[in-house]
């Protein structure tokens, strides 16, 4: 069983800085993925970013990149010049060998400009 | 490139009335499928997955269920909608190889039952 926790349900962030979510996760198994989701006003749920347990290094894509710290369970994301276009509900989760995903509760992000 | 669609896009129906959404994707062959259920300002609960033709497996016991009559078509139904069942509804699906264990989304389908 899988459970994943995001801690701020509210954030907001001035157009081109940098903002941190923060998400952490327990899981016992041994070969799992972890996931950003973007929820946009329209409501499709976006993939923003995949990291793989296994891999040491940080995955990045764009102006977004995660902060994976495997003993400590956390997965963060990092969005750097935030955009107006952010502006969303964040989705944390994490994946199993079964293709089942466990969610978090979700961060909504403001970007003011 | 997979693409999967969802309609109707919004519904307003009357409590006690029957309910059909419906979900196809295109693009891969034996995905495997699932319905999801957000309310407003809220998480995603996992209603219903399905492997195969033929094969649900239900999360949630509710009044809701699910079919998958094709190998790329997912539909969820009600006999009688409770206002409870208000929500906006996901389905997604994901590779069977299991590879990478993300879910694609379709654009969701918005029911208010009243």
């Known amino acids: 069983a899988q459970t994943v926790t995001q801690s701020q349900p509210e954030m907001s962030v001035q157009e081109a800085e940098t903002v941190t979510l923060s998400c952490t996760y327990d899981?016992?198994?041994?070969?799992?993925?972890l996931f950003w989701y973007k929820q946009p006003p329209s409501r499709q749920m976006i993939l923003v970013i995949r990291?793989?347990?296994?891999?040491?290094q940080n995955a990045t894509e764009n102006r977004f990149s995660v902060n994976f710290q495997k003993a400590a369970k956390s997965f963060s994301l990092k969005i750097s010049d935030s955009q107006l276009g952010d502006t969303a509900m964040y989705f944390c989760a994490a994946g199993d060998a079964g293709n089942m995903l466990t969610f978090g509760g979700g961060t909504r992000l403001m970007v003011k400009p | 490139s997979q693409t999967i669609h969802q309609w109707p896009a919004t519904l307003v129906q009357p409590v006690g009335s029957p309910l059909s959404l419906e979900c196809t994707v295109e693009g891969t062959s034996n995905p495997n499928l699932y319905w999801y259920r957000q309310a407003a300002g809220r998480g995603l609960q996992l209603l219903f997955y399905?492997?195969?033709?033929?094969?649900i497996s239900s999360e949630v016991p509710q009044n809701l269920s699910a079919s998958r009559p094709q190998d790329r078509q997912f539909i969820l139904s009600s006999k009688k909608l409770l206002l409870s069942d208000s929500g906006f509804y996901l389905c997604?699906?994901?590779?069977?190889?299991?590879?990478?264990?993300?879910?694609?989304f379709g654009p969701g389908t918005r029911l208010t039952v009243t």
């Open positions: 997604a699906w994901s590779s069977y190889t299991g590879l990478t264990y993300e879910q694609y």
């Open positions: 399905s492997v195969g033709i033929g094969q």
């Open positions: 990291q793989e347990a296994y891999k040491q």
């Open positions: 899981t016992s198994e041994s070969n799992y993925y």
